[in-house]
C-alpha cells in the first residue's frame, strides 16, 4: 500500500518514512528521501536522526537533527530522549539527566522515559530516585513489565531483596493477568530475567529447592541463559552434585568463555577438590585475565566522569571497581594455592 501511494505521489514524505520503518533493506535510503523532501517536518528530522543512530559514526549527526528536530517543535519528547541516545559513545553525558527529566515534565505518561531515567538514576547508585521513576510507570501503567523488571534489579542492588521480590513476582504475574504474544522474544526474556533473579533471592537465602526451581523456570523461557545455568550450577554444587554442577560451568564457558570470570572460578574451585591443578590454574589465570581486562574501562570511566564534575557516576564506577579488585584478588590467592599444589 505505501509502494501505491508513493507511485501516486512520490513526493510525500511521509510516505517515505512509513517505508523506512517497513522497510527490511537498509532504512536509510527512504529517510533520507524524506528528509530530502521535508527538512522543516519536526517528525521527519526525528526519524531521520534516529536512523543515524545506527550509522557508524552517527551519534554527532543524529544529535543535530534531534536538535533541529527540537527547534522546529520544543516539546517533542522522544527527541529529547533521541539525544540522551545520541551520547552513548560518552555511555552516560552529563546533559542525559536533564533531558530525561525534560521529557518526563513534558510527557510524563510516556513511560519509556521514565524508565529511561530510573535506569540513569539506578546507574548512579541513586536508589531512592530510581525506585520513585519505577514505581510511577508501574502506577501509570500496570502492565508495563520493563519497569518491574528494572525496579527488581534496582532493589536487588540495593539489598532489598524482599521489596525486590515482589516486583519480580507482579512481572511474572503478568502472564496470568495480560496475554502476550507467545512468541514475543522481549517477553520471553523478561520472564526468564525474573525468574533468575528470584533465583538469586532464594540461594541468598539458602534455600537451594526454591532457588533450583527459579532457574529452571528461567531456563524454560530461554534454553540456554547463562546466568541461570551458572545459577543451576552453584545450586548443584551447594548440594554436592558436582558432576552435574561441572556441566553447566561447562557449557555456559563454551558459549561465553571471555564474559563468565565467576564461571571460570567455580570449575577451578572443583578441579582444585579432584587434585587437578593444572586445569585449576588454567581457570583461574583465566578469570583474572577477565577481571584485569575490565578494570582500566571503569577506572577510565570513572576518571572522566571526575574530570566533567560527575561525581556520583564517578562513585559508582569506582564501587564497581573495588567489588572486581577484590575478586582478582581472591582469584590471585587461589591460583597461588594451586600452583603450590602443584609444585608438591
Given at each position: ?53 545506527y ?35 560518552d ?24 524508565r ?13 530516585k ?41 512481572l511474572?504475574a ?69 558432576d ?9 564457558l ?20 579432584r ?20 578494570l582500566?574501562?571503569?577506572e ?29 584478588e ?10 603450590a599444589?602443584?609444585a608438591?
Amino acid at each position: 500500500m505505501v509502494n501505491r501511494a508513493l507511485e501516486l505521489d512520490a513526493n510525500d514524505a511521509m510516505s517515505w518514512i512509513v517505508l523506512s520503518r517497513l522497510t527490511t533493506r537498509d532504512a536509510r535510503n527512504p529517510l533520507q528521501r524524506a528528509y530530502d523532501l521535508a527538512p522543516g517536518l519536526p517528525l521527519v528530522q526525528y526519524e531521520y536522526g534516529t536512523g543515524l543512530l545506527y550509522v557508524p559514526n552517527g551519534f554527532q549527526r543524529a544529535r543535530e537533527a534531534f536538535d533541529r528536530t527540537l527547534e522546529l517543535s520544543p516539546r517533542h519528547f522522544q527527541a529529547l530522549i533521541g539525544k540522551v541516545y545520541s551520547f552513548t559513545e560518552d555511555e552516560y553525558s552529563d546533559q542525559t539527566e536533564p533531558l530525561l527529566r525534560q521529557a518526563v515534565d513534558i510527557a510524563p505518561g510516556f513511560l519509556t522515559g521514565r524508565r529511561l531515567l530510573g535506569e540513569y538514576y539506578a546507574a548512579m547508585e541513586e536508589t531512592e530516585k530510581a525506585v520513585e521513576q519505577f514505581q510511577a510507570a508501574t502506577a501509570s501503567n500496570p502492565n508495563y513489565y520493563p519497569a518491574f523488571l528494572a525496579l527488581g534489579r534496582t532493589l536487588m542492588t540495593a539489598g532489598r531483596n524482599d521489596e525486590a521480590e515482589k516486583s519480580f513476582l507482579q512481572l511474572i504475574a503478568l502472564d496470568v493477568t495480560t496475554p502476550r504474544p507467545p512468541l514475543n522474544a522481549v517477553d520471553y526474556s523478561a520472564d526468564c530475567e525474573a525468574h533468575y533473579f528470584l533465583g538469586n533471592i532464594w540461594f541468598a537465602r539458602g534455600d537451594m529447592v526454591k532457588a533450583r526451581a527459579e532457574y529452571l523456570r528461567a531456563l524454560d523461557n530461554i534454553r540456554n541463559h547463562a546466568d541461570s545455568l551458572y545459577g543451576l550450577g552453584m545450586v548443584l554444587l551447594r548440594e554436592g552434585d558436582v558432576d552435574g554442577a561441572l556441566a553447566r560451568f561447562d557449557q555456559v564457558l563454551r558459549e561465553h568463555p571471555a564474559e563468565y570470570p565467576e564461571a571460570y572460578m567455580a570449575r577451578a574451585s572443583i578441579r582444585v577438590n579432584r587434585r587437578q591443578f593444572a586445569d585449576a590454574v588454567t581457570d583461574y589465570t583465566r578469570a583474572m585475565g577477565i577481571f584485569e581486562k575490565q578494570l582500566p574501562e571503569l577506572e577510565k570511566r570513572a576518571s572522566t566522569a571526575e574530570s566533567r564534575g560527575r561525581l556520583r557516576k564517578a562513585f559508582a564506577e569506582r564501587t564497581r571497581k573495588s567489588g572486581i579488585e577484590g575478586r582478582l584478588e581472591q582469584a590471585t590467592q587461589s591460583r597461588r594455592a594451586a600452583e603450590a599444589q602443584l609444585a608438591n
